[in-house]
C-alpha cells in the first residue's frame, strides 16, 4: 500500500500512543508580516518548511519555532501562540522570541556562517566566533524550556530539525528522560576530517547523541556521522543496527530521504495556471519561446553563477541558439545579513547582465533574474511552463526543487538537468545528470534538455513521477516515526481505558470530556485564526 496522507495520520494516531507530537525548526511554517500598513502571512523559501507542513497537517501537533516576522507578535496569545495555517487552522504554532544579538550569533553566526559552510563541501571557509557559539548555546537552551513548556503534564515526541538545535536533542534528554527524541538532519555530514577541525565538534556530537534516532538524507551521511564520533567520543559503535551506544542511551543512525507531497502540484496550479502563464510570458516578454528555469534560495551552495556562467558558455558554443529561449531564474533573498550571500546577491545581478549585454538586443533578453520572493503558486506555473529546470547545487543534502519540478509535471513533459551532489540525484537517474563545477557538461545538460524528444522526455518523466509519487512526504514521515514509535512506552493501563473508553460511544462521561477537549481545541484555533483574520 501506498503511503498517503490519511495512512500518516493512521500511523501517528497509532504508534505515538497518545503521545503528543512537537515539532522543532528554527524556521517557521508561516510568517505575518506588515505590508503597506497591513498584516498579510507568507509562506518562507526554502524545502524544510514545505515538507514539514503537510506532516503537521496530518498528525497535528506543536511546531516551536523562531518568531521572525514584523507581524508575528501581534496575532499570537501571550505564551507566543497562534493557529496555523492561518486561512484553515489545523495545528499549533509556538513562536520563540529572539533578541537580535540572538539572532546574530546563533542563526547568522554559528548556524548559518559555521555549521552551514562546514557541513558542504562548496570551500566556503567556516567562521569559528566563541561568541557565535554562546549564543548557540543560549538559544538552544532557550528552546529547550519553551519545548519542555509544550510537553508539559504527559508523554510527548519530539522531533527536531537541522543544524540550528545539535543541542538541543540532550538538554531536552536531561531535563525529561522519559521523552522520546528524534532529529532529522536536512543537509549533508561532512566527512570526518573536515568536521573534527570544529573547536565545539565533540559538544555537537554529545548534543546529537541525546536522540533516540537520527536521520540523515543518505547512508554516506550517516556513514560520515558514525566516523566522526568514533573518532572523537567515547561510545560503542554497533554498526549491524546502526546504532551508538553513550553512557547508556541509544542512538539509532539512519537514512531517511526527504520529499515533497506530490498532489499538492494540482491545488497549486489550479484551473486557471495557463492564463497565469501567459501572463507571465508577457510581464517578461518571452514569447513563446521555451524556457529553463531555476528556482533557489539566492545560497552559495546552489551554484547559480556556475549556472549562468554555463549559460553564456552556452551562447558562445552555439550562437544558433540566441533567441531561442530564455533562463528565468527566481532567486528568493536569503540571509542577507551574511556578507557572502550579499555578495553572492550582486554577482548573480552582474552576471545576468553582462549575459544579456553580450548576447542580447532590444528583443530578446536570455537571463530573466527575478531577485524576490515568489509564491507557491507562481512558482508551480513556471515549474509547468519550462522546457527544463536546472539544479546545479554544489552540494545539497536532497533539494527538493527537484522534486517539486517533477511533481509539477503531469504533462510528462520537461527535463531535469540535475546537480549529481544532491541528495536527490540517488533517486532521480532519469534526471540529465551533470557536474556543476564542469561549465561545458553544464551547458551541454542544458542544451539536451531544449533538444531532448518529447518521447524521451515523457519516458523519463513517467519513471521519475512514479518514485516521487511513492517515496512522497508521508512516506518519509511515516517511516520516521515508526522507526522511533518503538521507543515510545507502551501506554499506562489508565491511559489505555481512557483511550478506549473514549472511544466507546456508551461511556457518556469520557466521550464527553474527548468531546470537550476537542472543542477546546477547535475553539482555540479559531480564535487564534480570527485574531489572525482580523489583525
Ligand atoms: C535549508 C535548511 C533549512 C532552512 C532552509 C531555508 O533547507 O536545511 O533548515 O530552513 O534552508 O533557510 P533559512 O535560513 O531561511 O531558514
Not at 233 to 245: H, M, N
Not at 273 to 293: D, M
Amino acid at each position: 500500500m501506498g503511503w498517503s496522507k490519511e495512512r500518516l495520520e493512521e500511523v501517528a494516531r497509532t504508534r505515538l500512543n497518545g503521545a503528543k507530537l512537537v515539532i522543532v525548526a528554527n524556521r517557521e511554517p508561516y510568517i505575518h508580516r506588515y505590508r503597506n500598513g497591513e498584516i498579510e502571512w507568507i509562506r518562507p523559501a526554502g524545502g524544510l518548511t514545505t515538507a514539514l507542513d503537510p506532516v503537521m497537517q496530518a498528525c497535528g501537533g506543536v511546531w516551536v519555532a523562531h518568531g521572525s516576522g514584523d507581524a508575528d507578535a501581534q496575532v499570537c496569545d501571550e505564551q507566543g501562540r497562534v493557529g496555523v495555517p492561518p486561512d484553515d487552522p489545523n495545528y499549533i504554532l509556538r513562536r520563540v522570541w529572539l533578541t537580535k544579538e540572538e539572532e546574530e550569533g546563533y542563526y547568522y553566526g554559528a548556524a548559518n556562517s559555521m555549521l552551514w559552510p562546514l557541513c558542504h563541501q562548496v570551500f566556503a571557509r567556516p567562521v569559528f566566533d566563541p561568541a557565535h557559539w554562546d549564543a548557540y548555546r543560549k538559544v538552544n537552551q532557550t528552546f529547550a524550556e519553551a519545548v519542555l513548556e509544550e510537553a508539559a503534564g504527559g508523554p510527548a515526541m519530539v522531533f527536531v530539525q537541522d543544524y540550528h538545535f545539535a543541542l538541543l536533542p540532550r538538554l531536552l534528554k536531561n531535563a525529561r528522560p522519559d521523552l522520546v527524541v528524534a532529529q532529522f538532519w536536512h543537509i549533508p555530514w561532512p566527512n570526518s576530517e573536515k568536521f573534527l577541525v570544529c573547536p565545539w565538534a565533540k559538544e555537537l556530537l554529545d548534543g546529537m547523541l541525546g536522540n533516540d534516532l537520527l536521520g540523515f538524507q543518505t547512508q554516506g551521511d550517516c556513514n560520515n556521522f558514525l566516523e566522526s564520533v568514533d573518532r572523537s567520543l567515547e561510545c560503542r559503535i554497533d554498526r549491524e543496527r546502526f546504532a551508538v551506544e553513550r553512557s547508556g542511551q541509544d542512538t539509532t543512525v539512519k537514512p531517511f530521504p526527504i520529499s515533497v507531497d506530490p498532489a499538492l502540484a494540482d491545488e497549486y496550479l489550479g484551473d486557471d495556471w495557463e492564463a497565469r502563464a501567459a501572463l507571465v510570458r508577457k510581464k517578461y516578454r518571452l514569447g513563446q519561446r521555451p524556457l529553463l528555469v531555476g528556482v533557489d534560495r539566492v545560497d552559495y551552495t546552489k551554484g547559480i553563477p556556475e549556472r549562468l556562467r554555463a549559460v553564456d558558455r552556452l551562447l558562445h558554443k552555439h550562437p544558433e541558439l540566441k533567441g531561442q529561449f530564455h533562463f528565468v531564474q527566481v532567486g528568493a533573498p536569503s540571509r542577507m545579513h551574511i556578507p557572502a550571500y550579499r555578495h553572492l546577491t550582486e554577482e548573480v545581478e552582474g552576471l545576468a547582465e553582462k549575459i544579456n549585454w553580450t548576447h542580447g538586443n532590444w528583443a530578446w533578453k536570455p537571463v530573466v533574474f527575478l531577485n524576490e520572493h515568489y509564491g507557491a503558486a507562481d512558482i508551480f506555473v513556471l515549474y509547468r511552463m519550462a522546457a527544463g529546470c536546472v539544479v546545479s547545487s554544489l552540494h545539497d543534502g536532497m533539494n527538493l526543487v527537484a522534486k517539486e519540478f517533477v511533481s509539477a509535471r503531469g504533462d510528462h513533459q520537461g527535463v531535469l538537468v540535475l546537480s549529481k551532489f544532491t541528495g536527490a540525484a540517488r533517486e532521480l537517474t532519469d534526471a540529465v545528470l551533470i557536474n556543476p563545477f564542469d561549465v561545458d557538461e553544464l551547458a551541454e545538460g542544458m542544451v539536451t534538455a531544449l533538444h531532448m524528444p518529447p518521447a524521451e522526455q515523457e519516458r523519463r518523466m513517467r519513471r521519475m513521477r512514479s518514485i516521487v509519487e511513492e517515496h512522497n512526504i508521508y512516506r518519509w514521515a511515516g517511516l520516521l516515526l515508526s522507526e522511533v514509535s518503538k521507543r515510545v512506552p507502551d501506554p499506562t493501563p489508565e491511559m489505555e481505558s481512557a483511550s478506549t473508553t473514549a472511544q466507546a460511544p456508551h461511556n457518556h462521561a469520557a466521550a464527553a470530556t474527548a468531546v470537550e477537549e476537542r472543542i477546546a481545541r477547535e475553539n482555540f484555533l479559531t480564535a487564534m485564526h480570527l485574531a489572525s483574520a482580523g489583525a
